[in-house]
T-cell receptor, first 116, second 115 residues
Framework: AQKVTQAQTEISVVEKEDVTLDCVYETRDTTYYLFWYKQPPSGELVFLIRRNSFDEQNEISGRYSWNFQKSTSSFNFTITASQVVDSAVYFCALSDTTGANSKLTFGKGITLSVRP | GAGVSQTPSNKVTEKGKYVELRCDPISGHTALYWYRQSLGQGPEFLIYFQGTGAADDSGLPNDRFFAVRPEGSVSTLKIQRTERGDSAVYLC?????????????FGEGSWLTVV
């Protein structure tokens, strides 16, 4: 069965610090997708990134970067030079071929607080 | 609309009452999902629609929960005989198609409180 573990529950940093959010996943599939979502206080889950299991290249988008390591089943997310607006709950999620749809299995989320 | 729209944003109801939560997906998206998020937890899958039909309802917790999507666009999640344990945020989401690996876009959720 698929499972996503976000061992960190709360992280607090001072603005401009770098911060890494960890994600470890379990799946029996060789083909799967991994996602990160951001949930600000408004409650809406905002899509950040989708990664195919065949693509292990790291990705950078502005201050955000993602490190996908298939060997350790991890998909970690780093925010460089954090800002107060980055304060939110961040979820890692997995979609594999279990079932016939894009159903996502989420981790419990990491609450990130960025202090001025 | 530009994003997934959900109404009401907040609902307080008494134990035992019936509740309906509405979702308007992104225009043109054929796949629609309902998730439930309890405090301090990640969203949990409830049901998936492809067009008008419920293709996967394996996440519905019991027969008090039901959802419809009669015209393949707007969906309504219906909860009968509400219980205090039903209190949660109910998130609706949509994607262009229901195929495996598609990105799913979420609404802001309907906060349900059962007192």
């Amino acid at each position: 069965a698929q499972k996503v573990t976000q061992a960190q529950t709360e992280i607090s940093v001072v603005e401009k610090e770098d911060v890494t959010l960890d994600c470890v996943y379990e799946t029996r599939d060789t083909t799967y997708y991994l996602f990160w979502y951001k949930q600000p206080p408004s409650g809406e889950l905002v899509f950040l990134i989708r990664r195919n299991s065949f693509d292990e290249q790291n990705e950078i988008s502005g201050r955000y970067s993602w490190n996908f390591q298939k060997s350790t089943s991890s998909f970690n997310f780093t925010i460089t030079a954090s800002q107060v607006v980055d304060s939110a709950v961040y979820f890692c999620a997995l979609s594999d071929t279990t079932g016939a749809n894009s159903k996502l299995t989420f981790g419990k989320g990491i609450t990130l607080s960025v202090r001025p | 609309g530009a994003g997934v729209s959900q109404t009401p944003s907040n609902k307080v109801t008494e134990k035992g009452k019936y509740v309906e939560l509405r979702c308007d997906p992104i225009s043109g998206h054929t796949a629609l999902y309902w998730y439930r998020q309890s405090l301090g937890q990640g969203p949990e899958f409830l049901i998936y629609f492809q067009g008008t039909g419920a293709a996967d309802d394996s996440g519905l917790p019991n027969d008090r929960f039901f959802a419809v999507r009669p015209e393949g666009s707007v969906s309504t999640l219906k909860i009968q005989r509400t219980e205090r344990g039903d209190s949660a945020v109910y998130l609706c989401a949509s994607s262009p198609s229901g195929g495996y690996g598609n990105t799913i876009y979420f609404g802001e959720g309907s906060w349900l409180t059962v007192v």
